[in-house]
């Protein structure tokens, strides 16, 4: 069973500021999601990565294969970003769902 | 609207009830999934099925019955509620490979 932690568990900044969000798994993957839930909301798909680095809007995502570590980066961060930011591995074989970190609880200040 | 659609979004059960959480997506994807978030828990998968036809318990399958119906529904039945499956739940499709991953919006189960 793959274990996933993220860290930090909660994270509060000022507008503006430069956001890092980490993710490590115990055991090989197939592929990483950052995933997105605002309060009382659904949960969106930010990113899906195996390898290499991602780039969308101010959001940056990452990923090191031989180090089972990722990680989420918000440039110029905004209080919409406030949110709780979700990592979750597919392992090899990939039909057998998603296993989940417990969650960035990100809020950014005006 | 394309998607993954769960219906209720809310429900609150007595102690004993029976109920079933509906789930439907028109991508025509293989895979579908049900899990339950809880705080300091994080979302864990409670069954899931890779194909028409298929289903295999995940994480926390008890206390919980599944129906692929066919293969746009995936049925989530609670037998006999207990106010520990008090929690979200949510339906996801995926093509069944590590991409294309879509989650329903949660239904929001209370067991008193």
């Known amino acids: 069973k793959n274990e996933v932690e993220q860290s930090p568990q909660n994270l509060t900044a000022q507008e503006g500021e430069f956001i890092t969000i980490n993710c490590s798994y115990s055991v090989g993957i197939s592929a990483l999601h950052w995933l997105q839930q605002h309060p009382g909301g659904g949960i969106v798909s930010l990113f899906m990565?195996?390898?290499g680095k991602k780039k969308h809007g101010r959001l940056i995502a990452t990923i090191n294969i031989q180090e089972k570590h990722s990680s989420l980066h918000i440039t110029a961060s905004h209080p919409r970003d406030s949110a709780v930011y979700i990592c979750a591995v597919i392992s090899r074989g990939g039909a057998d769902g998603l296993t989940f970190g417990k969650g960035t609880h990100l809020i950014i200040q005006p | 609207n394309a998607g993954v659609t769960q219906t209720p979004k809310f429900q609150v059960l007595k102690t004993g009830q029976s109920m079933t959480l509906q789930c439907a997506q028109d991508?025509?994807?293989?895979?579908m999934y049900w899990y339950r978030q809880d705080p300091g828990m994080g979302l864990r998968l409670i069954y899931y099925?890779?194909?028409?036809?298929?289903?295999d318990k995940g994480e926390v399958p008890n206390g919980y019955n599944v129906s692929r119906l066919n293969k746009r529904e995936f049925s989530l039945r609670l037998e006999s509620a207990a106010p520990s499956q008090t929690s979200v739940y949510f339906c996801?499709?995926?093509?069944?490979?590590?991409?294309?991953?879509?989650f329903g919006s949660g239904t929001r189960l209370t067991v008193v």
């Open positions: 996801a499709s995926s093509d069944g490979t590590a991409y294309g991953y879509t």
């Open positions: 991508m025509n994807h293989n895979s």
């Open positions: 099925s890779a194909s028409e036809g298929t289903t």
């Open positions: 990565l195996s390898s």
